[in-house]
């Protein structure tokens, strides 16, 4: 018998998150996705809150994955699921590496956002300031036509926004960024030395 929450809250997300990776560079990752998603769904009309929750969890099997990218999401999902994450949000982690079919917007979303925050940080990371708060919409676009640049990044995924959700790249780009710009600090992309 399961003794799991029947709703995983942000809290206990955010708990589960650093309990299994710390404070390192995945976490300010997922973070970085929460605020893209939470962005995203305000502008698509979605559950905000739903959207945060599986930006937030969807690497959280990282600590165990990171060399292993077939069983990645698999493990997540089911970490998740004993701790009593809702249905979609497991749906849409096991989409985000390939592990099921995307066939929700929070799916798809997520598949589009997840490499998206890896550029923006990229990105960030290599100006003077180390920041977002002076980071253009214009640079990350030329950034991305560099393959040399970030090249684990996908391109394609990133540029799949409009087929998958319905808004172009640049309309992507600025919600992403303004999102993870908000949170900068949070994200360890406020400027100054690498942490």
Do not use: Y
């Amino acid at each position: 018998m399961s003794t799991a929450p029947a709703t995983l809250t942000r809290a206990a997300a955010l708990r589960l998150l650093l309990d299994r990776l710390g404070e390192g560079n995945t976490t300010h990752h997922c973070l970085a996705t929460e605020a893209c998603m939470r962005a995203l769904a305000e502008r698509l009309g979605q559950d905000v809150e739903l959207w945060g929750l599986a930006g937030l969890v969807h690497d959280c099997d990282l600590d165990v994955c990171a060399d292993d990218p077939e069983r990645h999401a698999l493990v997540g999902a089911q970490v998740l699921r004993e701790a009593g994450a809702p249905p979609a949000v497991v749906q849409a982690v096991l989409g985000h590496n390939d592990k099921a079919e995307r066939v929700s917007l929070l799916d798809r979303a997520l598949w589009v956002v997840d490499p998206t925050t890896g550029m923006i940080t990229a990105a960030a990371l290599i100006r003077p300031s180390r920041s977002t708060s002076d980071l253009s919409v214009k640079s990350i676009k030329k950034r991305m036509k560099d393959k040399r640049f970030a090249a684990a990044v996908s391109r394609e995924q990133i540029r799949a926004c409009e087929a998958q959700i319905g808004i172009t790249l640049d309309e992507h780009l600025a919600v992403c960024l303004g999102a993870m710009d908000a949170a900068r600090d949070q994200l360890g992309l406020g400027g100054g030395s690498l942490s």
